[in-house]
T-cell receptor
């Protein structure tokens, strides 16, 4: 079963450091999404890609955040100069596209702890 | 503003005690409502999509229903393995896969 894969599963970093997360979507899914989830809350949309094009970014995505999806395959999410408020679960999801009715398939996330 | 609200926030049941979870939504032009299950430390796992009022979907002990204002997830004779957080989400109108999630209902089923 080649589901959505995320790496690393856990990341502990010190405030001010840069971190990068990777997501490998389900093959042939052309849409890829990043969400952030804090304890006791539902996931919040950050950004999404249609193939290699980044089509939308949430206001939650400050200038310290950048996401890429080179060649429309895997994606990376980088956070520069991390802050304690960045501590959360970062979830990646993919879908085959075809409109907003396609369910998103999520990976198991990267849990970031900023100390 | 588009919004999704789930209730209750937490629900404790005894094994075999049926109940329902509620998901209320306000969104322009509903284009489906999704239910997900999330286990601790894992990502959400897709359960159902409902597209129109009156529609019902079933999977094992779970049945999801949809009206014009809310959705219910009915759990019949739950087992401890049904313990998880259940999330509902709706797509924001005409904005691709940008889902608006509720805060979830944490279900605990005791043997």
């Amino acid at each position: 079963d080649t589901g959505v894969s995320q790496d690393p599963r856990h990341k502990i970093t010190k405030r001010g450091q840069n971190v990068t997360f990777r997501c490998d979507p389900i093959s042939e899914h052309n849409r890829l999404y990043w969400y952030r989830q804090t304890l006791g809350q539902g996931p919040e949309f950050l950004t999404y890609f249609q193939n290699e094009a980044q089509l939308e970014k949430s206001r939650l995505l400050s200038d310290r955040f950048s996401a890429e999806r080179p060649k429309g395959s895997f994606s990376t999410l980088e956070i520069q100069r991390t802050e304690q408020g960045d501590s959360a679960m970062y979830l990646c999801a993919s879908s085959p596209g075809g409109g907003s009715n396609s369910p998103l398939h999520f990976g198991n996330g990267t849990r970031l702890t900023v100390t | 503003e588009d919004q999704v609200t789930q209730s209750p926030e937490a629900l404790r049941l005894q094994e075999g005690e049926s109940s329902s979870l509620n998901c209320s939504y306000t969104v322009s032009g509903l284009r489906g409502l999704f239910w997900y299950r999330q286990d601790p430390g894992k990502g959400p796992e897709f359960l159902f999509t409902l597209y129109s009022a009156g529609e019902e979907k079933e999977k094992e002990r779970l049945k999801a229903t949809l009206t014009k204002k809310e959705s219910f997830l009915h759990i019949t004779a739950p087992k401890p393995e049904d313990s998880a957080t259940y999330l509902c989400a709706v797509p924001r109108y005409n904005q691709g896969g940008k889902l608006i999630f509720g805060q979830g209902t944490e279900l605990s089923v005791k043997p």
